[in-house]
């Protein structure tokens, strides 16, 4: 098996203390990359930093808990990291929440709160990272989009607003950084068993996944794989691509 396929890189995921990020964070690992995990609190972040050394306590990983949508902050986290590793060459912007709340109930508050961090923390994260990236010569930047980013979806509007905005920040990054030798993309899961998932009933996953033409809901380590992919030097030319790891689910 292929060993190596980050060695010597550093990188940050948001959101890795669980789900499709901690999948992320787990391959990042197996390929010899340090990572820095940022979880909502450092209690979590923590956490998963202990059980990914109890699995491999030669695993370079670390926890930080910065408030994502606020520049500042992270832009002060950012720079310890940089400080303490040299490097940063690749940045995860995964953390997110979901959203299914009707248009009748929907609150400003919660639509301002999925805005911030689905959204307003890949702006701030993104712009702490590149100047670091860009001192480097290279660096590679994936944000985590979704199916309803191409689709939409019919309760929770929130939600896929700010996939679809996602989708034009990638988009529009690839193509400002080219000249910088910084990559940009997304990655599009379908359906995936987290517990973002795992509070649905039973049944609703079974009809989501009669409607899928692979007859499954995804796994995370089969959407980390695109992420292992997109960071990795075997992603050289792809940049701006939105991928869609989502077994070819029709909406
Ligand atoms: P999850 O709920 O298992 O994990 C979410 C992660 O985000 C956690 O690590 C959590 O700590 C972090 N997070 C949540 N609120 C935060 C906050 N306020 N500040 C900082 N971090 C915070 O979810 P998941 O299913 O692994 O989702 C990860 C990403 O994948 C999200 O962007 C989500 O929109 C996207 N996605 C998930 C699915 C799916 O079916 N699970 C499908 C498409 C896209």
New binding site residues.
């Given amino acids: 098996m292929i060993k190596d396929l980050l060695k010597d890189k550093v990188a940050i995921v948001?959101?890795?203390?669980?789900?499709?990020?901690?999948?992320i964070v787990r391959k990042f690992l197996e390929q010899g990359a340090t990572v820095v995990?940022?979880?909502?609190?450092a209690e979590?972040?923590d956490q998963?930093v202990k059980e990914l050394k109890t699995e491999n306590n030669d695993y370079q990983v670390s926890g930080i808990?910065p408030?994502?949508?606020d520049l500042a902050d992270v832009e002060q986290v950012f720079a310890k990291v940089y400080q303490e590793y040299g490097h940063i060459d690749i940045l995860v912007?995964?953390?997110?929440?979901?959203a299914r709340e009707s248009i009748y109930e929907y609150q400003e508050n919660d639509f301002d709160?999925i805005v911030?961090?689905?959204l307003k923390?890949v702006f701030v994260c993104s712009k702490a990272a590149i100047p670091y990236m860009k001192k480097q010569g290279e660096g590679c930047i994936i944000n985590?989009?979704?199916?309803?980013s191409i689709y939409g979806q019919a309760s929770g509007c929130g939600?896929p607003t700010t996939?679809f905005a996602v989708n034009g920040l990638t988009k529009s990054l690839a193509r400002e950084l080219g000249k910088d030798n910084i990559r940009v993309n997304a990655v599009?899961?379908?359906?995936?068993?987290?517990?973002?998932?795992a509070n649905l009933p039973e049944d609703m996953v079974k009809r989501v996944s009669a409607g899928i033409p692979l007859g499954r809901?995804?796994e995370?380590e089969e959407?980390a794989d695109v992420f292992l992919f997109l960071a990795s030097d075997l992603a050289s030319y792809v940049t701006g691509a939105v991928i869609s790891v989502?077994g070819a689910t029709q909406v």
């Fill in positions: 948001t959101g890795g203390t669980r789900g499709i990020g901690l999948a995990l940022c979880g909502s609190r979590t972040a998963a808990a408030k994502l949508s912007n995964n953390a997110g929440i979901s709160k911030d961090l689905n923390a985590t989009s979704s199916m309803v939600y996939k599009a899961p379908g359906v995936t068993r987290t517990d973002m998932v809901v995804g995370p959407v989502d």
